[in-house]
């Protein structure tokens, strides 16, 4: 994680890639099937072109679609009981690095609203890629299928070429997202805390971000990516108190190496933090975030349309994605339905009860948080316990 507090990276960082980078078995079998179909695909696309049709090579790869469905399964997303959700009717705002409408698994999106802090651009446009992968996995609907692809998005572009985004343009986009009538935010990015941060704050993203919380807004955010050199906790903004901070995991159920740990005893030097209690504890939980099967943006350096990329970036979709199906299911948990920050906090710690631990794990890991999603146990938890016992007690200050 970037040790500052006025530029923000993808959480991604270099472990973005798409399948031709990949350098072990499974990855090198990709690489050769995606260099014969290219290779077929062009000598057809020379008479397409003369008739002024474009050609698109229609699926990803075997391996991606299997890893897909691995997840899926795993975080409880192709459960029957959620055959009937697709997050309609809940507003999503993705903040990153725009997107690439020209994308064949985007073609059908009709975003409900679109905003470029650093540019200023008007039409929706993704000149890194990282914006259109994160999107895909929530809205993807084609080759590769997102896990809300019903919700209404919003994109917020606040993120350069370079996959770095100040502090301001960041906090701009996320009141933005808030003006728009956002539900979720979905921040995939992160970078160093401000001094005194969980104390007090003068750092104008988390200002913002306090701010969306205040009003009922869910804000998902990344743990970070400097697992396998940590600088003792989750980066900014998921280190705040009712933000949802998110690490990654393996398909099958590990922590992945990068994903950040949570420093949750508190601390003096070099930045103090105060100790932090359930459900608050950092990361919150884990996701899927090795090698996630994604979209890929055109004209950044892609040789396709479909790759992978590791990171708390891409755990931090999934969770945002699976979020909109909860409050699809319970439109009380929606902002315009509730006071303050009680639905944020009843479905925190509802996520305290219902992810999966680890063999051995029976309270909060400052790795894995307190378990991976398991979005099919949450919408079932809250259906049968109901939201509303649950935002009582916060009523009364008991919980």
């Given at each position: 994680m970037k040790d500052s507090t006025n530029e923000f990276q993808d959480a991604e960082g270099s472990d973005f890639e798409d399948v031709s980078k990949k350098d072990d078995a499974?990855?090198?079998?990709?690489?050769?099937?995606?260099?014969?179909?290219?290779?077929?695909?062009?000598?057809?696309?020379?008479?397409?072109?003369?008739?002024?049709?474009d050609l698109?090579?229609?699926r990803p790869s075997s391996a991606l679609s299997s890893w897909e469905t691995e997840y899926r399964n795993l975080v409880g997303a192709n459960d029957h009981s959620l055959s009937g959700l697709d997050g309609k009717g809940v507003v999503l705002c993705v903040v990153d690095s725009g997107i690439d409408l020209s994308h064949p698994d985007l073609r059908s999106l009709e975003l409900k609203g679109w905003r470029d802090s650093v540019n200023g651009i008007d039409d929706p446009y993704d000149d890194e890629g990282h914006g259109t992968a994160m999107s895909g996995i929530i809205v993807a609907d084609g080759g590769l299928k997102g896990i809300s692809t019903g919700v209404d998005l919003l994109v917020a572009k606040a993120i350069d070429n370079e996959g770095q985004g100040s502090a301001s343009a960041v906090a701009d986009s996320v009141d933005w997202c808030v003006q728009q009538g956002a539900d979720i935010i979905s921040l995939s990015l992160g970078g160093g805390q401000s001094f005194g941060s969980g104390l007090f704050t003068t750092d104008q993203l988390e200002q913002s971000v306090d701010e969306a919380l205040d009003r009922g807004v869910f804000v998902i955010a990344s743990a970070g990516n400097d697992g396998e050199d940590d600088d003792g906790d989750v980066g900014s903004p998921g280190s705040i108190e009712d933000v949802i901070c998110v690490g990654g995991i393996t398909r099958a159920g590990g922590i992945w190496s990068g994903s950040s740990e949570g420093d949750n005893d508190g601390r003096l030097w070099p930045n103090p933090i105060l100790p932090r209690n359930d459900p608050d504890k950092k990361p919150e939980i884990v996701a899927p975030g090795h090698e996630v099967p994604v979209l890929m943006a055109s004209e950044v350096g892609n040789s396709g349309w479909w790759g992978w990329s590791s990171g708390t970036s891409a755990a931090t979709a999934w969770v945002s994605g699976s979020l909109a199906l909860l409050l699809q299911e319970d439109p009380d948990l929606q902002r315009e339905n509730s006071s303050g920050r009680q639905s944020i906090e009843s479905v925190k710690e509802a996520i305290t009860q219902t992810s999966q631990m680890r063999e051995?794990?029976?309270?909060?890991?400052?790795h894995?948080?307190?378990?991976?999603?398991?979005?099919?146990?949450?919408?079932?938890?809250l259906d049968s316990d109901g939201a509303l016992m649950i935002l009582q007690k916060g009523h009364n200050g008991t919980a």
């Open positions: 499974a990855g090198t079998i990709v690489a050769i099937s995606l260099s014969l179909l290219v290779v077929v695909a062009s000598s057809i696309a020379l008479l397409y072109l003369w008739k002024g049709q698109v090579i229609e051995g794990q029976d309270s909060h890991d400052d894995y948080g307190y378990g991976h999603l398991r979005i099919d146990r949450l919408i079932s938890h």
